[in-house]
């Protein structure tokens, strides 16, 4: 016999409680995902506006010439609005970081060795999910959670935190809402095809479709009554709602908020019926 | 390894994939040791073992392996269970020794040990030297010696094994079947090797469990099933081979051609050598060459398929 077979021995320890592997996953995949050049570049140039933000809100408490300017001056709309200007990089990280999580997976048939282990098809779902969702909250979440902090900081006392403490669930639902409908969208999209590229042309496609189809229609009737039929305007719309603003758009807010959960629960669905361990060929 | 005497348990299971039955009426006991699972293609072999570890759901009957139902404790089996699939498969991106790690850890090994083990388990299956080179970049033997690491590194009481020799070389499958028969014999770990080469199952295996067409159609320690009820005899014949086969057949003589031009002529009690010259010389044929011979797992294979 080989001398390396000496080296095979009966394992006497014990394991984890069963039901961390979402946690496993996770892990791995912000692993895998923070040692990559493009991560780190788009994370950083997604900081750069909250550096900015930092800057307005120190100048604005500090330089009393500034805060007398209106578009620099703090206000609640501000967070709004910074939140605004990072949904084109948390679509561009959505696509990165998502288009090949399970797509990857499906061409490897490594759908089969996740399965074959005491994991099931909800831990493997949130495993992949928890790492879209970290990555876009890297980028909306904490740099406006940390802004709101940083403005009771700079300015030595607690008034405008106080007044607006809205701020603080408004944040976190937009975020989450925005996180969990790209995250279950493009986690759907990559469970339908083995390639990253086709995944993140068909999400690319999704989002600027339908706000295309959105503007011809609002052409055509003159009216933003079909904003409904925009992946980005039903966020926007909920967006304002929550940050106590008034709509961009004439079609009601509940609708927006109903689109969005069904395009969630859509995603849901489509990766319940994708996610199997065995590929059953017709 | 289970006290048990028996690992996995089918009893009267169903599964169907739209209208087609996979597995029907299959009722089968699998002892501790090594047992192989043999059958042709599309016998019902792969979903057998997917049943085992409860990735499909039967549509009638009761499975349990390890003692555990199927139906109600498929992690606590799959924590105790290692499956090598069929096909290539392999978590992209990944060197081998991460590959083997990451598989320990989702079986609930913690990191640090996950990580020792997956050295170890790479070595020992003959890999240590390319532990660190991404799995993608593997040779086909490697990539079928990688996915018995990843199914052996939690240390699991049952391996499953789903054509372990698939597209290797002569060499390479010598040394996988070495390595089949190692665990199976020296590390205490009940094995199913599924296969249709029969000669690899013959080599590994105890036991053995024959399918075909979703139905489980001889089963048994190979010894016992291999003690003859019958005769058997090696015949080579000068003449119409065809016309002296068909006339043995016509007899109700089990007859099979061997890569030579050998013929296995499986004989029921009674019958004897000189019906076989007897028939030769009806047809016109002259036997050159008579030798009586014990069954192998290959005739008792022919057996039960002919039967089925």
Redesign the interface.
């Known amino acids: 016999?080989?001398i390396?077979?000496d080296?095979?021995?009966?394992?006497e320890?014990g394991?984890?409680?069963?039901g961390?592997?979402w946690l496993?996953?996770a892990a791995?995949g912000l692993r895998?995902l923070v040692r990559r050049r493009p991560f780190l570049f788009l994370m950083i140039l997604a900081w750069i506006p909250a550096v900015v933000r930092a800057v307005q809100i120190y100048a604005a408490a500090n330089v009393p010439s500034v805060s007398q300017v209106e578009f620099l001056s703090i206000t609640p709309r501000m967070f709004r609005d910074f939140l605004n200007q990072q949904d084109p990089l948390v679509f561009f990280l959505t696509v990165y970081a998502g288009s090949g999580l399970i797509a990857?997976?499906i061409?490897?048939?490594?759908l089969?060795?996740?399965?074959?282990?005491?994991?099931?098809r909800t831990q493997y779902i949130a495993g992949k999910a928890v790492i879209v969702m970290v990555a876009l909250a890297c980028v909306t979440w904490l740099p406006a959670m940390l802004l709101l902090f940083l403005v009771p900081v700079f300015a030595g006392n607690m008034t405008f935190v106080a007044a607006n403490l809205f701020l603080i669930p408004a944040i976190s639902a937009y975020s989450l809402i925005h996180i969990t409908l790209s995250t279950f969208t493009i986690l759907a999209l990559s469970s339908v095809s083995k390639s990253r590229w086709f995944v993140a042309v068909m999400y690319a496609g999704l989002a600027f479709f339908t706000h295309a189809i959105f503007g011809v229609i609002g052409a055509a009737v003159e009216g933003t009554m079909f904003s409904w039929v925009s992946v980005f305007a039903n966020v926007t719309q909920v967006g304002n709602v929550l940050f106590r603003m008034p709509p961009r758009y004439d079609t009601p807010p509940f609708v927006s908020a109903a689109v969005i959960s069904a395009i969630i629960a859509l995603s849901i669905f489509v990766l319940s019926r994708r996610i199997r361990?065995?590929e059953?060929v017709? | 390894m289970p006290d048990s005497a028996q690992i996995a348990v089918l009893d009267r299971v169903g599964i169907r994939y739209g209208a087609q039955w996979a597995l029907s009426e299959v009722s089968a006991a699998f002892p501790a040791g090594a047992v192989g699972l043999l059958g042709p293609n599309g016998a019902g072999k792969s979903t057998m073992l997917k049943a085992l570890l409860g990735l499909l759901k039967p549509d009638s009957g009761r499975i349990s392996v390890l003692d555990l139902d199927v139906a109600t404790k498929p992690l606590e089996i799959r924590a105790r269970v290692g499956y090598m699939p069929e096909n290539d498969a392999h978590i992209p991106g990944m060197s081998a020794v991460t590959f083997v790690a990451y598989c320990a850890e989702l079986s609930g090994l913690p990191a640090s040990d996950a990580m020792q083990r997956a050295h170890e388990v790479l070595h020992y299956v003959g890999l240590g030297e390319a532990r660190y080179r991404n799995v993608e970049t593997y040779s086909t033997g490697m990539k079928q010696r990688i996915k018995l690491a990843q199914a052996l590194v939690h240390d699991p009481d049952l391996l499953l094994l789903d054509e372990p020799t698939n597209g290797m070389d002569p060499k390479g499958r010598e040394d996988m079947l070495a390595l089949v028969r190692d665990i199976a014999h020296n590390r205490n770990i009940s094995l199913i090797l599924s296969s249709h080469v029969m000669p690899d199952v013959e080599s590994v295996c105890d036991a053995v469990v024959v399918m075909n067409r979703g139905r489980v159609v001889m089963q048994g320690p190979i010894d016992a099933l291999k003690k003859p009820t019958g005769r058997i005899f090696e015949v080579r014949v000068k003449g119409d081979r065809d016309a002296f086969v068909d006339r043995l057949r016509a007899l109700a003589f089990e007859c099979r051609e061997t890569d030579s031009e050998v013929l296995r002529v499986l004989m029921p009690p009674g019958a004897g050598a000189d019906q076989l010259f007897s028939s030769a010389v009806s047809v016109g044929a002259q036997v050159r060459h008579l030798k009586p011979s014990v069954p192998t797992l290959e005739d008792l294979f022919a057996e039960a398929l002919g039967e089925a």
């Open positions: 016999m080989p390396h077979r080296r095979y021995r009966r394992r320890g394991v984890d409680a069963l961390r592997a496993v996953i791995n895998i990857d997976d061409r490897a048939r490594a089969q060795l996740y399965l074959s282990r005491p994991v099931t361990p065995v059953v017709s």
